[in-house]
């Protein structure tokens, strides 16, 4: 059953089944599917699928907009950045503020009227699109920015702005309010009003998907989160008298797309599809589902951080493949700190050359037929569409979000991501998959120190909120010089407090041992490294050594080993005593085990070396462990619990040792 649409096949069975049941030589086709992190089945050929009408998708073919993050804390070097990226062919910015849910490589120290008039020195706003990254703090935020513009001189009007109110999303990323959940409700009702009120364009309210992929959540549960969000919005907005249909024309959805090109483009397509069916369900017209993409923070790694340019372009290209409306591409050294200018530059380049020379923004639907596509964008909409419904159950998001259960469905699948990159089955260049040693450098700013402001050190009275009078009144203070601070103190003390759902990188863990690695080559001038014992010829041994010797450098650790094999015990002993080598790794054929592996490791054993072997050990494990083997490294074993063994055998200190000493 399709979710909402009715299909028609243009293909069929082309004998293709039998031709693959034959080169399996008897293998289940079951082998051909993959599946993603919470089961959703990927399979080797689909027919190719048309839809029979019209889908709900972008309002016409035509380049999505480029955006950029703005989260450098001195005001003087983001405006300096920011106009390079304006002229360089951004058409909208990102301001990130410290609440923000994308803050993790920065953010600005903005606290007054006069802060942001030094950050938009010299930017025509009506040229541009302005977003707001702010978290809980947005209806204040929001609030500062039109003062901001009334003292520029600029109408409302004329700008676009992409207010980012966001309740649900700030709770469930931070675990926690600065007030109470339903003070904080209606502060963001009342900035919904004033915001109505000012006759500012673009969009007020973010059913926010990304604290859900940031945690390590499933396609589904994101596109549920977004879409549970986005309900909440229309629930709150109603109890203050707006209506439905506004909401529906000021809100947006914003999601990840991340290096898997597929999935991310069926996940963007499958939310346009879910929003058209929650209209249908509130009796609504279908109105456009403004959709805003940001690419993946969890996928990108610190070590060998070039590699974040090919999963920086290929997330951009799967946005424009499922019809975003506007992109965010994370600079590729975000993971190592706030982003210079290069780096920025290349982010919003990645996006014109997609746009200018490949042209992906010219078709509406580019993936539209394409059988994969098709049915995994119907797959991820029925899935996130059901997991919605039992949030809906539970009472709404909030409900879901305070009994920790929502929350508890993401951690099981953040911990099985974990465990598919540790064990292998997932791969990620440059970690657990051809890491490189040596370091390229990649440069971040030095120099990223707040501005100072004015903060105050004073309170402010503001009335309690309701039709906007609140919000209006903020925007007076902030035009009469208080600070974003001042505001934030007046609101009603209080918290709030769920489970928070944390971002990860799912590179960290292979980085601290690498980075404790590089702390001793750092201090002894020498890499930890391991010896590699080959056996048998170089044609015979090269395949498991240079699998062994990578996994060895996901560690950080070295494992060189030549092009001649060890023809004795007696070899192997010498060249572990002049290595000076506390770990020994056997490398060769199962002939060449079956010839030598014994009696190799039971002298070195005999010299007080730790043995491993790489490769199953199959019939010959009980003799190999008598003979000394204490470990098997093979493809699927724990990749992180062999590297932590060898970062103990080798006496590297780890992460946690190398902290500094608190004393008091």
Known sequence: MTFGLEYHRTGGEVGWRAAAEAALKGKSLETLISRLVDGVEIKPIHPLDMPSHGRAFRVSAEDWTVCQRVDVPDTGVANTLLRADLEG????????????????????????????????????????????????????????????????????????????????????????????????????????????????????????????????????????????????????????????????????????????????????????????????????????????????????????????????????????????????????????????????????????????????????????????????????????????????????????????????????????????????????????????????????????????????????ALPDPGEGKRFAAAVNAFAGGESLQVLMAARPSGEDRVTPIHPIRLASDFEDLCDAADAVAADTGTRPSVLLVTLGSLASYSARATWTKNLFAAGGLDAPFGDTGFATPDDAVAAANDAGAWLTVLCGSDAAYADQAEAVAAALSEINCTVWLAGRPGPMEEALKAAGVSGFLFAGCDMLDMLRAAHRVLGVPSATDMLPVETG
Not at 166 to 185: C, N
Not at 305 to 322: E, I, K, S, Y
Not at 338 to 354: E, H, K, M, P, S
């Open 89 to 460: 062919g951004t058409a909208a910015l990102d301001f990130v503020f410290p609440g923000g849910l994308v803050s993790e490589g920065g953010a600005l120290s903005v606290a007054t009227v006069s802060d942001l008039k030094r950050l938009l020195d010299g930017v025509h706003l009506p040229m541009i699109r302005l977003r707001l990254s702010a978290g809980q703090d947005a209806p204040e935020v929001s609030a500062l920015v039109l003062a901001c513009f009334d003292e520029i001189g600029v109408a409302p009007d004329q700008i676009t702005l992409d207010a980012g109110i966001d309740v649900i999303g700030a709770f469930a990323a931070r675990g926690r309010l600065d007030t109470s959940y339903d003070v904080l409700k209606r502060i963001a009702a009342d900035a919904v009003l004033g915001l109505q009120a000012s006759g500012i364009g673009g969009t007020w309210l973010t059913a926010d998907g990304r604290p859900v992929h940031a945690a390590g959540g499933s396609e589904a549960q994101e596109l549920a989160f977004a879409l549970a969000c986005a309900i909440w919005h229309f629930r709150m907005c109603d109890e203050t008298g707006i209506g439905p249909e506004v909401v529906a024309e000021r809100i947006e959805m914003a999601l990840i797309a991340d290096e898997d090109v597929f999935v991310s483009t069926a996940k963007l397509r499958a939310a346009r599809l879910l929003w058209r069916r929650a209209l249908a369900e509130m009796s609504l017209a279908h109105v456009p589902l403004r959709l805003h993409a940001e690419t993946s923070w969890r996928s990108l790694a610190r070590r060998d951080p070039h590699v974040n340019l090919l999963r920086g372009t290929a997330a951009a290209a799967a946005a424009a493949f499922g019809g975003v409306d506007s992109l965010t591409v994370l600079p590729f050294s975000a993971a190592l700190g706030v982003a210079d200018g290069f780096a920025r530059r290349i982010a919003r380049n990645t996006q014109i050359v997609l746009q200018e020379e490949a042209g992906l923004g010219r078709i509406l639907d580019p993936a539209a037929g394409a059988g994969h596509v098709e049915a995994l964008t119907q797959e991820l909409a029925q899935r996130a569409w059901d997991e919605f419904r039992e949030m809906e159950a539970q009472g709404g998001i909030v409900a879901a979000l305070r009994s920790g259960a929502f929350q508890n469905t993401v951690a099981e699948l953040r911990d099985a991501r974990s465990d598919d990159l540790v064990h292998g089955r997932a791969t990620l260049t440059g970690v657990n998959a051809f890491p490189f040693l040596e370091q390229p450098d990649a440069a971040v700013l030095e120099s990223v120190e707040a501005s100072e402001s004015a903060a105050g050190d004073h309170a402010a």
